[in-house]
């Protein structure tokens, strides 16, 4: 079978499955097997195709048409222009948060504007904490765009840790990210050894050694903290495509109930560690904006604010610590 037969083919079979998006996933599913890029399948309609490209192909679309997500059985995932790991481990990261990097990138320069200081725009001497750091895109994608910041990502699952440290070496800013298993920015009292001074040496940790900014890291302040936490209620799982709730991590998806309740606490600690003039960055689940905001409306926050995504929905609750 040539190109154009094989992806009419496939094409037809996700859409038969109602599969979102189906002959995007379906191209996406064949330059994989391929190992080829977009340009060279249009261009090359009548190749054919070999018979174990074209049995691996099927058995790609036969699992996406069940229900398994595409960047499942790519393994990989695009965001702010760079490519992610993916495992069914952690959350695929999603085009919303990259808001999140927007908005922390702007916060950070007005700060520097205000303070009359010429624009660090390499981000000298920040130091910036993700939490929930997942495939470590927030971290990461920051970190790009700041080659002079340190950073201190956290997540509850070390499966998630080893797929960011991964993700940090892929995208060669292993030796600026500090990886560590924690329950937001708290560690279980003894769990922690000697942590790296943050900025100062290599990245040494292995994604399951404990440490923490409230023992080891006593001192520890940020200038930044960013956070993607889980924020879908339980009771909203039975409206969830099922690429979403049967394959993607339970612990990435739902922050309780409700799914604002993890906020409540990031924002106490966030109270606890951010330096004065400290930019805390949230994204919000969909309906997270009227429990959210208003704990926030204390006299340690100045400059609320909140940003909405593409499809008008309010994304991104940024805040400074007074
Ligand atoms: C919505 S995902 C976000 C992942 C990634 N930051 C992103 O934006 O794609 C939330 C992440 O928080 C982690 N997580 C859940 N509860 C946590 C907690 N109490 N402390 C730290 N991380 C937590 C999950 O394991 C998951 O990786």
Same mark, same amino acid.
């Given at each position: 079978?040539?190109?154009?037969?094989?992806?009419?083919?496939?094409?037809?079979?996700?859409?038969?499955?109602?599969?979102?998006?189906?002959?995007?996933?379906?191209?996406?599913?064949?330059?994989?097997?391929?190992?080829?890029?977009?340009?060279?399948?249009?261009?090359?309609?009548?190749?054919?195709?070999?018979?174990?490209?074209?049995?691996?192909?099927?058995?790609?679309?036969?699992?996406?048409?069940?229900?398994?997500?595409?960047?499942?059985?790519?393994?990989?995932?695009?965001?702010?222009?760079?490519?992610?790991?993916?495992?069914?481990?952690?959350?695929?990261?999603?085009?919303?948060?990259?808001?999140?990097?927007?908005?922390?990138?702007?916060?950070?320069?007005?700060?520097?504007?205000?303070?009359?200081?010429?624009?660090?725009?390499?981000?000298?001497?920040?130091?910036?904490?993700?939490?929930?750091?997942?495939?470590?895109?927030?971290?990461?994608?920051?970190?790009?765009?700041?080659? =002079? %910041?340190?950073?201190?990502?956290?997540?509850?699952?070390? &499966?998630?840790? @080893? #797929?960011? /440290?991964?993700? $940090?070496?892929?995208?060669?800013?292993?030796?600026?990210?500090?990886?560590?298993?924690?329950?937001?920015?708290?560690?279980?009292?003894?769990?922690?050894? =000697? %942590?790296?001074?943050?900025?100062?040496?290599?990245?040494? &940790?292995?994604? @399951? #050694?404990? /440490?923490?900014? $409230?023992?080891?890291?006593?001192?520890?302040?940020?200038?930044?903290?960013?956070?993607?936490?889980?924020?879908?209620?339980?009771?909203?799982?039975?409206?969830?495509?099922?690429?979403?709730?049967?394959?993607?991590?339970?612990?990435?998806?739902?922050?309780?109930?409700?799914?604002?309740?993890?906020?409540?606490?990031?924002?106490?600690?966030?109270?606890?560690?951010?330096?004065?003039?400290?930019?805390?960055?949230?994204?919000?689940?969909?309906?997270?904006?009227?429990?959210?905001?208003?704990?926030?409306?204390?006299?340690?926050?100045?400059?609320?604010?909140?940003?909405?995504?593409?499809?008008?929905?309010?994304?991104?609750?940024?805040?400074?610590?007074?």
């Amino acid at each position: 079978m040539d190109v154009r037969a094989t992806l009419k083919n496939g094409i037809a079979k996700l859409r038969e499955a109602d599969v979102p998006s189906f002959t995007l996933a379906a191209e996406l599913l064949l330059l994989h097997v391929l190992g080829r890029s977009r340009t060279w399948l249009y261009a090359h309609p009548e190749e054919i195709i070999s018979d174990a490209e074209l049995q691996h192909f099927f058995e790609l679309i036969n699992r996406r048409a069940a229900g398994e997500p595409t960047q499942h059985l790519t393994g990989k995932q695009e965001f702010w222009g760079l490519e992610f790991e993916v495992t069914p481990e952690v959350l695929i990261p999603r085009p919303e948060t990259e808001h999140v990097i927007e908005v922390a990138l702007d916060r950070l320069a007005l700060r520097e504007i205000r303070a009359g200081r010429p624009q660090k725009s390499a981000g000298e001497g920040l130091q910036i904490a993700d939490i929930g750091t997942g495939s470590g895109c927030i971290a990461i994608a920051l970190a790009k765009e700041l080659p =002079a %910041a340190y950073f201190y990502a956290t997540d509850i699952s070390p &499966a998630a840790l @080893a #797929v960011a /440290q991964r993700n $940090a070496q892929r995208n060669a800013v292993e030796d600026r990210i500090h990886f560590t298993e924690a329950n937001l920015l708290t560690i279980p009292v003894g769990a922690q050894q =000697a %942590a790296p001074q943050l900025g100062n040496t290599a990245n040494s &940790a292995s994604p @399951a #050694v404990h /440490q923490s900014p $409230a023992t080891a890291h006593q001192s520890q302040l940020f200038d930044l903290i960013a956070s993607n936490p889980p924020y879908i209620g339980r009771r909203e799982a039975p409206s969830l495509p099922r690429e979403v709730r049967d394959h993607e991590p339970h612990s990435a998806l739902f922050g309780g109930e409700e799914g604002y309740e993890l906020y409540a606490d990031l924002i106490i600690q966030s109270t606890q560690h951010l330096k004065p003039g400290g930019i805390l960055v949230l994204e919000l689940g969909h309906n997270s904006l009227p429990a959210v905001q208003p704990l926030l409306d204390t006299p340690a926050w100045a400059n609320v604010g909140v940003t909405n995504d593409l499809a008008g929905i309010p994304r991104v609750l940024a805040a400074e610590r007074l």
